[in-house]
């Protein structure tokens, strides 16, 4: 089993900046991609940004410039710096990890942190 634990979401201004943390824990054999979602009210889950283990990023169009997402494999760790933030971040953002446990490579999501970008 391995569970996805992120820390790091809250209230900010408009301009502010956060930063996010997703740490894996469990029977891990090896992290290949890690990335962050997010869910505004009444809309899909959309991608964030992703970086795979060989350090290829992602990053949706309306968060390139202001957000850097970055990983640390000793920690088994994910890391997403946001910057600049607007009211249109707000959100439910989740973590998630492709995870290699045995010989089987498994998906998992984290539980969520709210951000709220407001004045």
């Known amino acids: 089993q391995v569970q996805l634990v992120e820390s790091g979401g809250g209230l900010v201004q408009p301009g502010g900046s956060l930063r996010l943390s997703c740490t894996a824990s469990?029977?891990?054999?090896?992290?290949?991609?890690m990335g962050w979602y997010r869910q505004a009210p009444g809309k899909q889950r959309e991608l964030v940004a992703r970086?795979?283990?060989?350090?290829?990023?992602t990053y949706v169009d309306s968060v390139k410039g202001r957000f850097t997402i970055s990983r640390d494999n000793a920690k088994n760790m994910v890391v997403l710096q946001m910057n600049s933030l607007k009211p249109e971040d707000t959100a439910v953002y989740y973590c998630?990890?492709?995870?290699?446990?045995?010989?089987?490579?498994?998906?998992?999501w984290g539980q969520g942190t709210q951000v709220t970008v407001s004045s």
């Open positions: 998630d990890a492709d995870v290699l446990v045995t010989s089987t490579l498994n998906h998992y």
């Open positions: 469990g029977s891990i054999r090896a992290i290949h991609a």
């Open positions: 970086i795979t283990g060989r350090g290829n990023i």
